[in-house]
C-alpha cells in the first residue's frame, strides 16, 4: 500500500523548548521504515495553520511562548479545524494546556483554544521527574495496552472537565495535578489521579522525552489513526535498540 503522509509541526519556534520536535521525527522515521512516503511542515510564528494535513503535533514551552502560541493559534483556526475534521493532533505539556479552555501564563489568565475540556492554574511545587502511567483507553487511544513513560517539567495543575479523560493512570510522579481528581474509566471503575487527556482527535500528555521516541505503540497509534488504520494492522518494526531503552526507563 503506497502512503503518502504530512506532519504539521506546529509553532516549534515558540514551543520547541524541551526537544518535543522530535516527536514530528519519530513519526516520520518509523512511517519511513515502513516504506511510506513522510514529510515534516514547520508552522512558524506568523505562518497560516493548514487544515489539511495528516498528523500534527505541539510542543512546549515557557510562559511567553504559551501566550504567543495561543494567540496565533486563536488568529488561525487551521488546528482548530483540523481537530473538527479528526486529524490526529499531539500535544505536549505547554500544547496541553494551549489547546485547553484557559490557563495561566505571567500573571494572567490565558484563553487557550478548547480543543480539550481543561483548565490549568499553577501547581504548588513544579513537577519535575520521571512518570508512568497505565493506559486508560479513553476515546481515540481505544487501542493501547503499553505502560506510558516520559519525564514531567511542569507547574500547571489541569483539570479535565467531563468532556475530556486522562491519557493514563498515574503509576509513578504527579501527573495533571497533585491533587485528587475523581474520573471514570471506560470499563466503569473509577480512578484518582490522571495524566495527559484524550478528546476527540487530541491527545495531550505532561510527558516528555520525547514522548513518542520512548512510546513507540503510543506513535504507531497516531500513525494508524493518520492513515486510517487499526494500529493492529500496522506492520511491526524490529528495533531492538528502542525496546532497550524503553525497558531501562519503565525500570525508572
Not at 519519530?26 to 494535513?53: C, F, M, T
Not at 489541569?158 to 481528581?181: H, V
Request: aromatic share 4%.
Amino acid at each position: 500500500m503506497s502512503i503518502e503522509l504530512n506532519i504539521g509541526l506546529v509553532l516549534p519556534d515558540v514551543l520547541g523548548t524541551y526537544g518535543d520536535d522530535g516527536n514530528a521525527l519519530v513519526l516520520r522515521q518509523r512511517a519511513r521504515l515502513r516504506g511510506w512516503k513522510a514529510e515534516i511542515h514547520r508552522i512558524n510564528l506568523g505562518d497560516a495553520v493548514p487544515e489539511s494535513l495528516d498528523l500534527y503535533t505541539v510542543g512546549g514551552g515557557e510562559d511567553t511562548a504559551q501566550i504567543l502560541a495561543a494567540e496565533h493559534l486563536l488568529n488561525n483556526p487551521g488546528l482548530s479545524r483540523a481537530a473538527q475534521a479528526q486529524r490526529p493532533i499531539f500535544a505536549v505539556c505547554a500544547g496541553l494546556q494551549v489547546l485547553g479552555e484557559s490557563f495561566r501564563a505571567s500573571g494572567r489568565v490565558v484563553d487557550g483554544l478548547g480543543l480539550i475540556d481543561a483548565t490549568t492554574t499553577p501547581l504548588a511545587e513544579r513537577a519535575i521527574g520521571e512518570v508512568a502511567t497505565t493506559p486508560t483507553g479513553a476515546g481515540f487511544t481505544a487501542e493501547l495496552t503499553e505502560p506510558l513513560t516520559g519525564f514531567e517539567n511542569h507547574l500547571g495543575a489541569t483539570i479535565l472537565g467531563s468532556s475530556a479523560q486522562p491519557l493514563g493512570t498515574i503509576e509513578r510522579g504527579t501527573g495533571n495535578s497533585d491533587e485528587a481528581a475523581t474520573f471514570e474509566l471506560p470499563d466503569g471503575k473509577v480512578q484518582r489521579h490522571g495524566e495527559g487527556a484524550v478528546q476527540g482527535s487530541v491527545i495531550a500528555t505532561y510527558m516528555h522525552g520525547p514522548c513518542l521516541a520512548r512510546n513507540p505503540q503510543l506513535a504507531d497509534l497516531l500513525l494508524a489513526k493518520a492513515t486510517g488504520q487499526a494500529l493492529s494492522d500496522l506492520e511491526p518494526l524490529d528495533l531492538p535498540a528502542v525496546d532497550t531503552l524503553r525497558a531501562e526507563r519503565l525500570r525508572g
